[in-house]
């Protein structure tokens, strides 16, 4: 054990950081805090962006980041709370990809890294200084973690892919709009 204390140490370091920017992220969805828009703003940035209803959606990811983020800061449910915050990640990464990579472009860089990290929490586990460490890894097991790893590529890619039906849709209609007038 005394040889596995640092590594321990390390990743328990790392889980509270990352659930704690996701507990940040979340709650400027939710309420608006640390300069956030609040689930009316963020939710006509979602519709913008192509998720509807936007105000739904806003609240879907206020709540999985905050109440994941939670999760993964405490180590409570990690292949859980990793999973679903890898997922919402994803889906932010495809939405800015047209963006390039960079953050400083609005790019994938900051999602994506955020949603390997709580992905590799979701594999590895939340290590020993967690709340499923002290429960016997009651909300913590392998199968657990495998159903987590299939899952976020799946929940990823519908839900993407119903952000791009719903932008070509739009685009469709408008483009026989414009002829129907012309």
Known sequence: MSS?????????????????VFIAHGSQKLFGWFGGGGIAGVGRGMHMMGFR???????????????GGAALALGL???AAGASTAIAMGV????????????????????????LAAASFALGGAGHFSLDAATGRLLDKGWMRALGLIAI??????????????????LELAHDEDSATN
């Open 53 to 67: 209803p936007g105000e739904r959606h806003a609240t879907i990811a206020g709540l999985i980041e905050t109440g």
């Open 92 to 115: 932010a990464a495809g939405a800015q990809a047209s963006n390039g990579f960079f953050a400083s472009k609005n790019g994938l860089e900051y999602p994506a890294v955020l949603g």
């Open 153 to 170: 590529p799946i929940a990823i890619a519908v839900q993407l892919g119903r952000r791009h039906a719903t932008l070509k849709n739009e």
């Open 4 to 20: 596995n204390v640092p590594i321990n140490l390390a990743t328990g370091l790392l889980r509270v950081a990352v659930g704690a």
């Open 77 to 79: 449910a990690t292949p």
